[in-house]
């Protein structure tokens, strides 16, 4: 059997919805194809889809339908001899539109050409939207942030919105002489999100084969440890033990690779001690890698902090000044900074006070204040970052989304599902140390849920 | 690496200036007189060591004793406490170095900081009293001391840095350095003179502390300078710099673990 390639589903793309294929959507189909699918149950399937029942014919006579296909086929509508041709074809037996559009697409092109008055201008035309198709997809690939982006308004009920309809846009502007280049993909991108193409193009994280071993250096628990690593307890987190001639380390992260476009908000997801905290600090500078290459080119501020930079015999300005000045390094606009975290934590004239005075919560709320105040590129954020009492909370969280929004790029991790769908568009999949999914959120959401744990157990 | 930790250090002298201004603060936050007490108390230690060593030694010139004890005691004092600190530099931040993405640097920085503010709180007051003892202290500080006070400056840098990046590593290491820092200054010519070591007077040559001790010293009281042996130091100095810089990037990437 010849399997699918992906140049053919983006044949199937164009002649049902008269749009390129999302990367996620070639991706599903060569999929299907690997596990026995051929051409045409790709077809098939395709026509049944809400896109091309709900919005391209719906309710519409196959006359409309044919029309259709040759438009976003030829960028013409069918002539009557082929109109004549096709309809027969249908009356003959158990043919659809499908298999029209099998015919059209493949293969048996040369004898339809003959028989359909299907000129060498229309197979250009053919040609020049694959090539623009497949060049979208590519350029849509280069981001997370894009292909969650180039997706219908609404699936149930089906609305096509903005991003489709520039994708169709987009094909039906390719005729006989336009060849599209990537500056043409890319004015077109612009219309689907104002964020320019080349901030998003841009890696801001670029890591190959990166491992870190965690050592441990105490040496009361040397027996233990040594047992530990020779098996004797099962477990199902934690990175792999290892014990060395005289020290016990762990492997908290091995063999990452990942590239991190500006702008995407990163979702990490996985059980506890899964590394997602340790990948956080490693991104964010405070752990190195012991193997691989790390490029970061973002200053990535890690929202892991639980004290002050001076002592709590001193008050919470001091605190606050103390952080603003490690910020800024000079004190222009420092009052409007304390005044909004006077306002914002609600200590009021505590403020003053030594910080050693104030209850847990009033520290939280005193941190959570200091570390949201001032913008930064890119966040990492570890879920059991505190924020203070129930009252506190929602205004916690308002402004812990004005916060994260305000960021370039976002590392979130968290349990939370709500949370995570709520900042981020991809989702990574932590098991033991290890990258085991790394996709769009949805799906590595799924991943996580679906995923057989026990796998990678040592 | 030098440069680029130079390039750090003033960027953000604000921050470690003020937090190590912070901790002066924070230690004296519930007395009446403040870093007053820095002075004074060093004032204290001089009159009753000078008078009680002073009769021990048999002292002729008292006054000149009370200055050669002030001196020295005081720039004991501070090589001592940065010292004996340093080897709990980095656990006393251990909250903040697994949680923050700040170089290792900052901390270092922030000490050398206080022991500087320290010692110049303490000096202030101390050497206010010694010039009325001998008012020539006053202009041979101005005039002679600049080389031996930036040897002892820098010293008060990277010497604990040194200690504290051996004892973080190696904690055993730390339980030694109050007993050895008690013996250094036990054969250090700080309570007596440099002549009462008789035929031991040798061990003050590998006493490395005292060398930087004694030429600063030297330079307040007499106003002597012996620059060649004072430009020698300088360049100890420089290394030992470049060693503790060197050696703070190889440890700082373990140190989230170590603390």
């Known amino acids: 059997m010849i399997s699918v390639g992906s140049k053919q589903i983006q044949q199937l793309y164009i002649a049902y919805f008269g749009r390129p294929a999302d990367p996620n959507g070639i991706n599903y189909w060569l999929a299907k194809s690997k596990n026995g699918s051929n051409l045409k149950e790709i077809a098939i399937e395709l026509s049944r889809q809400d896109e091309y029942t709900k919005f391209i014919i719906f309710n519409r006579d196959t006359d409309y339908q044919i029309n259709q296909l040759y438009l976003n086929l030829f960028g013409r509508k069918v002539d009557f001899e082929g109109l004549k041709y096709w309809l027969s074809f249908l009356e003959k037996g158990n043919y659809n539109i499908s298999d029209i559009i099998c015919a059209l697409i493949s293969f048996d092109l040369e004898n339809i050409v003959n028989k359909l008055n299907i000129s060498s201008y229309d197979l250009k035309v053919l040609n020049n939207r694959i090539h623009a198709a497949q060049l979208f997809t590519e350029e849509l690939s280069l981001s997370l942030i894009w292909v969650d982006l180039y997706r219908p308004e609404s699936v149930e009920p089906w609305k096509e919105g903005k991003a489709l309809l520039a994708g169709i846009e987009f094909l039906s502007q390719v005729n006989f002489q336009n060849r599209v280049t990537i500056e043409n993909v890319k004015m077109s991108l612009s219309k689907i999100s104002s964020m320019p193409i080349e901030v998003v193009h841009k890696p801001v994280i670029e890591m190959r084969n990166i491992s870190l071993n965690i050592p441990i250096y105490h040496s009361d628990n040397k027996n233990f440890t040594s047992k530990i690593t020779k098996g004797m307890f099962k477990r199902v987190t934690g990175g792999k033990l290892r014990n060395l001639n005289r020290s016990t380390i762990i492997e908290a992260l091995s063999n990452l690779n990942l590239t991190v476009m500006n702008g995407e908000r990163v979702a990490l997801v996985g059980h506890n001690g899964s590394g997602k905290t340790s990948f956080l600090k490693l991104i964010s500078g405070i752990y190195k890698p012991t193997q691989g290459s790390l490029k970061v080119d973002v200053n990535v501020y890690p929202m892991l902090q639980k004290s002050f930079l001076t002592s709590t015999e001193l008050s919470g300005l001091e605190a606050a000044k103390a952080h603003y000045l490690l910020m800024k390094n000079c004190l222009d606009g420092y009052e409007v900074f304390i005044q909004d975290i006077i306002n914002f934590s609600g200590l009021g004239n505590y403020i003053s006070l030594p910080i050693k005075t104030y209850s847990e919560g009033m520290c939280a709320r005193l941190i959570f204040s200091i570390l949201t105040s001032i913008k930064h590129d890119c966040l990492a954020i570890d879920e059991g970052f505190g924020t203070g009492d129930a009252a506190f909370f929602e205004r916690a969280e308002q402004r812990m989304q004005k916060f994260i929004n305000s960021a370039g790029t976002l590392f979130l991790a968290s349990h939370s599902e709500q949370l995570l769908r709520q900042f981020c568009t991809r989702g990574i999949v932590f098991s033991q140390g290890f990258i085991v999914f790394d996709g769009t959120l949805d799906a590595a959401l799924n991943y996580y849920h679906t995923y057989d744990y026990s796998q990678l157990c040592f | ?259």
């Open chain 2, 1 to 259: 690496m030098f440069l680029k930790n130079i390039k750090f250090a003033y960027k953000t002298r604000r921050a470690w200036f003020y937090t190590a201004t912070s901790r002066t603060k924070a230690r004296f936050a519930r007395t009446t007189l403040g870093s007053f007490w820095l002075g004074l108390s060093n004032l204290l230690s001089i009159a009753t060591l000078g008078l009680v060593y002073g009769t021990v030694f048999k002292v002729e010139d008292l006054k000149s004793y009370f200055i050669y004890l002030g001196v020295g005691l005081i720039l004991w004092n501070s090589i001592s406490s940065s010292i004996s600190n340093s080897p709990y530099l980095f656990s006393h931040n251990s909250s903040n170095i697994r949680n923050m993405n700040l170089n290792a640097l900052f901390y270092t920085l922030e000490e050398w900081a206080f022991q500087i503010q320290t010692f110049f709180q303490s000096f202030i007051l101390v050497f206010f009293v010694l010039s009325f003892l001998d008012r020539s202290v006053l202009l041979n500080f101005i005039f002679a001391s600049w080389i031996p006070l930036l040897n002892f400056v820098i010293f008060l840098y990277w010497f604990p840095l040194l200690i504290c990046l051996i004892c973080v590593r190696f904690t055993d290491l730390a339980q030694l350095v109050p007993i050895l820092l008690q013996l250094v200054f036990l054969i250090s010519p700080i309570l007596y003179r440099k002549e009462s070591l008789g035929n031991l007077s040798w061990i003050t040559n590998f006493n490395f502390i005292f060398k930087i001790l004694d030429p600063l010293r030297l330079s307040i009281i007499n106003g002597y300078v012996f620059y060649g042996n004072a430009f020698f130091i300088l360049l100890i100095n420089i290394i030992g710099l470049l060693f503790s810089f060197w050696y703070l990037e190889q440890e700082g990437k373990k140190l989230p673990f170590l603390v």
